[in-house]
């Protein structure tokens, strides 16, 4: 099992590009989340999704759109970069809710010049 | 949303035990504390979970006091693999939602 997997690892983007950072779990979970890290600072919860079909905003979703493509996948896109989306971030993925051990993706290093 | 509170960083040597202790006055009833490890360059890995009294794993033990408004990671042993951060986290109500995890302890272990 490969857990959970992020692409691409490094990006570089010129402010106003879009991207889409691409997450897959292989471990049949229904909950997936995705996270950005700042330098120093802990994680902080961009959107979430619960189930198949379903999502919803976390603690700071502006810039960002989600899709839950299928119980695998969930993608985050990024419409218009900003230099202050520039970050770390983490895919994750838990069986029920947040209670539940959530495993997290190996990252993906954004930054935005 | 219970809101947690830890160092932000401890030394230890190899051998030690070590204890973080993360203060959460306003736990919830229905809120387990998580804790998770992160390496540098690493998503978080989930370390350990309870309740209320103590729960013990192969990787650490976790003290929860009666009142639960606070608890402790211990780590025993620690060698220099375990140079890391230890976030503490309280559950939220459902779904992830206003899952926070603060800046955590940078622990540095030292030969």
């Known amino acids: 099992n490969a857990g959970v997997t992020q692409t691409p690892k490094f990006q570089v983007l010129k402010t106003g590009q879009s991207m889409t950072l691409q997450c897959a779990q292989d471990?049949?979970?229904?909950?997936m989340y995705w996270y950005r890290q700042d330098p120093g600072m802990g994680l902080r919860l961009i959107y979430y999704s619960a189930s198949e079909g379903t999502t919803d905003k976390g603690e700071v979703p502006n810039g960002y759109n989600v899709s839950r493509l299928n119980k695998r996948e969930f993608s985050l896109r990024l419409e218009s970069a900003a230099p202050s989306q520039t970050s770390v971030y983490f895919c994750a993925s838990s069986e029920g809710s947040g209670y539940n051990e959530q495993f997290f993706g190996p990252g993906t290093r954004l930054t935005v010049l | 949303l219970a809101k947690t509170t830890q160092p932000i960083s401890m030394d230890s040597y190899e051998g030690q035990e070590v204890n973080i202790t993360c203060s959460h006055n306003n736990i919830a009833t229905n809120d387990y504390i998580t804790w998770y490890q992160q390496f540098p360059s690493q998503g978080p890995r989930f370390i350990i979970q309870g309740y209320k009294t103590k729960v013990t794993n192969e990787v650490a033990s976790l003290f929860i006091p009666a009142d639960r408004k606070s608890s402790t990671l211990s780590l025993p042993r620690v060698s220099l693999s375990d140079t890391a951060v230890y976030y503490c986290?309280?559950?939220?109500?459902?779904?992830?939602?206003?899952?926070?995890f603060g800046p955590g302890t940078r622990l540095s272990v030292l030969p």
């Open positions: 471990m049949n979970h229904n909950s």
């Open positions: 986290l309280v559950d939220p109500d459902n779904y992830g939602q206003n899952f926070v």
